[in-house]
């Protein structure tokens, strides 16, 4: 199954390859992992898509929280979130694509943001699933490239 | 007033405690040697920077203390590998200092350059590369302060040269802030009364004690709460000097060379009481087979520890010494039925007697040729009480567990978790050096102790009296055990053929050196040895071939013991 983890941490020299070492080392998977400073700029947060058991989800927990420059762990699985990311998706545009392209971004809320005489750059952002979804229906027309932000996470409420 | 980087770090040392540190020159230490030279700090210079590490290592052993050793950057840096996963491993309190290029030149290539904090960041509890003069106080306070608090462990930090001799002023700090570290000391109240409820309800309980016994300095506690309840107790490798052998109640060590009493009490056993140990592997056996019929209550101080190998009926995170002086009391307020418990275990430790007594702890032994197992016997019966025990690893370190009597915690430093050859020598080094006017012994296999036999010149140097057993197979005879056992006598490079003579080599070094071929001489040896007030290596002609019994292979049962 898959965990979405976000990890509080000090900003600190390191610690990226403290936890990627962590993963790697302990045979954990990282399907993606984004970091950024917070609002305070001396904690980072990393936002972690991992996938196990609940006895790995266990040992994944524990292991971060282990680490000396971890100062919170959250598990958003079972919990109510708001999970978005980003992808940047080249696609082959030609005079028989390009309004179906235009279309296609249209209804999932995407905007063009780089067109040249053969491709069109589309960002859109959403839930995973979304993404994915969207990425799937253009595909067919021909994808030069694609570039995910892997997700970000928030608990949702006050 | 001002200071320099190198100043301060002496000066924190002070502060910490530290008297002691082993330690080994180069271009990037140089500045904190000329501020050793003027310091009151003991520093001891073994012949290897692993060897350092070791001695430090085992000073922590013996003491409780964090040990501390310096070495340079590059290859004094990366020698110091072995010696750190040693420690991690089995969760000793170390401070390691490194010396480093300058900051300027990091990331260069320069030379002896390496990247230290990225090489040990797995083998160490945490590690620190310090960039500014002005961090290196508060570094090393939150570095002493992470090694010996929650479970222990090693803590490097690496010091660029310009930042040795940089200046600043020299503020101590008194506390320590880690928004990121908390460990867990106190055990929650509720899961006590919960153990012992679990407890009052088994037949059958056992208790299994490893090295969190030692580094809570539990020892007492766990003796009082087995004898206050009649609970018989099996040992980690680890935690094997924490329970005194001759303890009617102790079963000696469990696992893979485990005696058949522990490992039968461990399978039929219906609560199984984990104390500060962690279900390695050499411990379990096989572990759909490992306690099939028990409930299983774990105390450790690490969470990760809990339930990363086996199902876990009742955890409780804490200080195996809270946890167990918590328990002590509820056991004291509910006296009436802890008494009755108590009484009602008789049947249980009569079958566990009825296995002892099928399965002693035993060996054959022999008129002409000298058994292993005898010489262990031997220095148990004629070394002190609070002798100190080191080991290298293999068969002899196997012997060490099974038929040394052990009497006192913190009497046996053995690297149970990595199982490092080149390990017991230096960590005598570091442990006599503690503690000058006691015995101190390692006992070790010919091919283990050309690991680091180098440093019988320190021994000599600063004339400490440490005594050397070799049990001398001409084998590397752990592996060829299992070559005999499971790979058709196929003895690949196991053999070491080549005869050294020991005797000599010691006397080359400016210590003694003392032969036994014959059963016979081993009491003669080990009593002129005892007599010498200097280093002495005893070399033991041992039976080639013996093996290391009961053995359980891998991949079964602890009950499927190969038997004597
Ligand atoms: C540094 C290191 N290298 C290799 C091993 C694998 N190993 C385990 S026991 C052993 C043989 C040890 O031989 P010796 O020291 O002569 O002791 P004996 O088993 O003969 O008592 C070896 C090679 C190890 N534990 N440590």
């Known amino acids: ?50 996938s196990g058991d609940d006895a790995i989800l266990e040992q994944i927990t524990k292991q971060l929280n282990k680490l000396i420059d971890v100062i919170k762990v959250i598990d958003f699985t079972g919990q109510d979130f708001v999970q978005r990311e980003m992808a940047l998706v080249k696609v082959a545009a030609d005079e028989g694509t390009r309004a179906e392209i235009l279309r296609i971004a249209d209804i999932f809320r995407a905007k063009i943001v780089d067109v040249t005489p053969r491709s069109y750059t589309v960002e859109v952002t959403g839930a995973p699933s979304k993404v994915a979804a969207m990425i799937e229906l253009v595909r067919p027309l021909g994808i030069k490239e694609i570039v995910r932000s892997g997700p970000i996470v928030m608990g949702r409420g006050a | 007033m001002k200071m320099t980087g190198s100043q301060i770090l002496l000066e924190c040392l002070k502060l910490e405690g530290v008297d002691m540190v082993f330690g080994y020159p180069g271009g990037a230490v140089i500045n904190i040697y000329d501020d050793l030279a003027k310091s009151s700090i003991h520093h001891i210079l073994p012949r290897h920077e692993q060897a350092a590490i070791h001695a430090a290592d085992g000073l922590a052993r013996a003491t409780g203390k964090v040990g501390v050793a310096i070495a340079t950057s590059g290859p004094g840096a990366t020698n110091t590998i072995t010696g750190l996963a040693t420690a991690y491993m089995d969760s000793i309190p170390m401070v390691v200092i490194t010396g480093q290029v300058p900051t300027s030149l990091i990331g260069n290539d320069a030379f002896q350059e390496a990247d230290i904090v990225g090489i040990t960041r797995p ?142 009490a461990v399978t039929q056993c219906d609560l199984l009481i984990a104390v500060g140990a962690r279900f390695d592997d050499r411990v379990t056996g096989k572990v759909d087979a490992f306690a099939p019929h028990a409930k299983i209550i774990h105390i450790d101080i690490d969470p990760t520890s809990i339930k990363k190998n086996v199902r876990v009926d009742l955890p409780i995170v804490g200080d195996v010494r809270d946890v167990l002086s918590k328990l002590h009391g509820s056991m004291v307020q509910q006296s009436e039925s802890v008494k009755a418990f108590a009484e009602g275990n008789s049947p249980w430790l009569e079958v566990i007697e009825g296995w002892r007594a099928a399965h002693p702890m035993a060996y054959r032994s022999s008129e002409s040729i000298i058994k292993p197992q005898q010489v262990i016997q031997s220095l148990c019966e004629m070394a002190d009480e609070d002798a100190i025990i080191t080991t290298e690893v293999g068969q002899h370190q196997m012997w060490t567990a099974q038929f040394y009597d052990f009497k006192q915690p913190r009497t046996f430093l053995t690297s149970g978790g990595l199982g490092t050859m080149g390990f017991g020598l230096p960590a005598a080094l570091g442990a006599q050096a503690a503690y000058p006017d006691r015995q101190v012994i390692d006992i070790s296999g010919d091919g283990s102790f050309q690991m680091n036999s180098q440093e019988l010149a320190t021994l000599v140097q600063y004339r400490l009296p440490v005594k050397i057993a070799i049990l001398n197979n001409n084998f ?67 039976a080639r071939e013996e093996n290391v019994l009961p053995m359980v292979p891998a991949g079964v049962g602890l009950d499927k013991m190969i038997l004597l």
């Open chain 2, 123 to 264: 083998c160490t509890k945490h590690n620190y590369l310090v960039r500014d003069v002005r961090t290196l106080a508060e570094t090393i306070k939150k570095a002493f302060y992470i090694a010996r608090t929650g479970r222990p462990g090693p803590v490097l930090i690496d010091i660029p040269k310009d930042v040795q001799v940089a200046q600043t002023d020299f503020v101590y700090p008194e506390t320590v802030e880690l928004r990121g570290y908390k460990p867990n000391f106190s055990a929650n109240p509720r899961q006590v009364d919960k153990a012992l409820k679990m407890i009052l309800d088994a037949r059958r309980p056992l208790i299994y004690a490893g090295g969190g016994v030692t580094a809570a300095n539990a020892s007492a506690l766990l003796q009082d709460v087995a004898e206050l309840a009649q609970i018989p107790v099996t040992t980690t490798l680890m935690g094997m000097a924490d329970m005194p052998r001759k303890h009617p109640l102790c079963l000696g060590m469990l696992g893979m060379h485990g005696t058949y009493y522990a490992n039968m």
């Open chain 1, 1 to 50: 199954m898959t965990h979405t983890i976000s990890v509080l941490l000090e900003n600190e020299f390191g610690v990226l390859a403290r936890v990627s070492g962590l993963f790697s080392g302990r045979g954990f998977n990282i399907e993606s992992l984004t970091v950024a400073p917070t609002l305070d700029p001396s904690v980072s947060r990393m936002t972690i898509v991992t």
């Open chain 2, 476 to 542: 590397l005879g752990m592996v060829r055990q299992w070559q005999q056992l499971f790979f058709d006598k196929c003895y690949s490079q196991t053999c070491l053929s080549s005869p050294i003579d020991f005797v000599k080599l010691a006397e080359a070094y400016g210590a003694a050196g003392l032969r036994a071929e014959r059963p016979d001489e081993i009491q003669d040896v080990i009593r002129q040895a005892f007599a010498i007030d200097g280093p002495v290596i005893m070399e033991f002609k041992v």
